[in-house]
């Protein structure tokens, strides 16, 4: 035979402890009442942020942070309208039961909103010089979580390791995804390029525009005719000088002071 349970106390419970939400989405926020002998039970809800409580539930009333923003839903669940990356923090749903033995309970909950990230910031090199090393690099602050960061050459997604890729492998470069770097031990060549990062979370992403990264070689011929070549001419000019005026600059020195 079974008996009727006797409501020892108000007990709360939640659907979720960690609750995740889209910015500029809805959310709801559940404290249900398993059991409870009061009629009218005192429900009160706080935003707890950085360690500071503040009230968004008060006197039957949303209030604070939430004001105009929340409506409370039957028991005692928050729904916020439109939630927003400054209402990440925990929330404390209290609900006071005079009549009941134990006559009071709270549940905590946590409420992360994810960002979509913004444009990031990316740094290329216009011109690089072949086998030297170089970094380009790639930031976007506002996204949550973290974005992870990809690049692209010339449209096309630079493998995360250049080995597993038979079009990349003879490539030098090295992607941290967390940090935004690409980094390439020896440019080459084939390196050259446009190039532009996307930064991606699970709300979406948001790319930089491409630009170019020009690769250039190291012209020793041509580095050494031209130092070679300024040097002979400065001679051959100082020369043609002397043998005009006839002043004999090499030999004739003391002739050369009389005048
Ligand atoms: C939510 O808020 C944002 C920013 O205040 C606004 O642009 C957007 O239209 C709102 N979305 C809805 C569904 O009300
Ligand atoms: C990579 O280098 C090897 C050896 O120099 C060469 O045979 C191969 O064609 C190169 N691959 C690409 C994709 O450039």
Redesign the pocket.
């Known amino acids: 035979t079974g008996h009727i349970p006797v409501s020892v106390g108000v007990t709360l419970r939640t659907t979720d402890k960690v609750v995740w939400a889209n910015e500029?989405?809805?959310i709801e926020l559940t404290c249900l009442i398993e059991s409870i002998s009061t009629n009218n039970p005192r429900i009160e809800w706080k935003k707890i942020k950085n360690g500071a409580p503040s009230y968004v539930y008060f006197q039957n009333k949303i209030a604070g942070d939430l004001e105009h923003r929340a409506k409370l839903r039957e028991p005692a669940n928050i729904l916020i309208?439109?939630a927003?990356r400054s209402d990440t923090a925990e929330y404390r749903c209290e609900v006071a039961a005079i009549d009941d033995q134990r006559d009071f309970d709270e549940i905590l909950i946590s409420l992360a909103v994810r960002v979509k990230p913004v444009v990031p910031q990316c740094s290329v090199p216009e011109s690089v010089t072949v086998g030297t090393s170089t970094e380009l690099q790639c930031l976007e602050n506002e996204g949550f979580p973290a974005p992870q960061y990809h690049w692209f050459h010339n449209n096309e997604e630079l493998p995360q390791d250049p080995k597993n890729s038979l079009k990349f492998i003879n490539s030098s470069y090295i992607i941290n995804p967390d940090t935004g770097s690409l980094k390439f031990r020896r440019a080459r060549k084939e390196d050259a390029g446009e190039y532009y990062c996307q930064a991606k979370n699970d709300v979406g992403n948001a790319q930089c525009s491409p630009q170019m990264m020009e690769v250039y070689d190291v012209d020793i011929l041509g580095i050494f005719l031209k130092c070679f070549g300024g040097v002979v001419a400065f001679f051959g000019l100082t020369i043609s000088i002397c043998n005009f005026l006839k002043l004999g600059c090499f030999h004739k020195k003391g002739h050369n002071e009389n005048k």
Do not use: I, K, L, V
């Open positions: 500029f989405e809805p309208f439109n927003t």
